[in-house]
């Protein structure tokens, strides 16, 4: 139904960060409350983990925007990125 992939990686800076590399719901289980209980899993792990800080990136893509507002993620980074052998 869904796939939440997510890395925790300690940093000098943030503290406890975990990464969520992929967040994931079948399309034809868009809409039906699979994402949120995905992201209310990967948070109650977050806590008992004891994670200081979330990282999601979005790319282009309103609904996975206001999804993850609505949990009260906010923008407060930018990324550069580069392609690899340019």
Not at 52 to 81: P, Y
Request: aromatic letters at 8%; hydrophobic letters at 40%.
């Amino acid at each position: 139904m869904g796939v939440a992939l997510a890395v925790y990686t300690p940093s000098a800076e943030l503290g406890r960060v975990m990464t969520v590399n992929d967040f994931f719901v079948r399309p034809d289980q868009r809409r039906k409350g699979v994402g949120r209980e995905l992201a209310k899993h990967l948070i109650e792990e977050c806590q008992r983990m004891k994670i200081d800080e979330i990282g999601i990136e979005v790319h282009r893509n309103k609904t996975a925007t206001a999804f993850w507002k609505s949990w009260a993620c906010a923008r407060q980074m930018f990324s550069l990125q580069k392609e690899a052998g340019v």
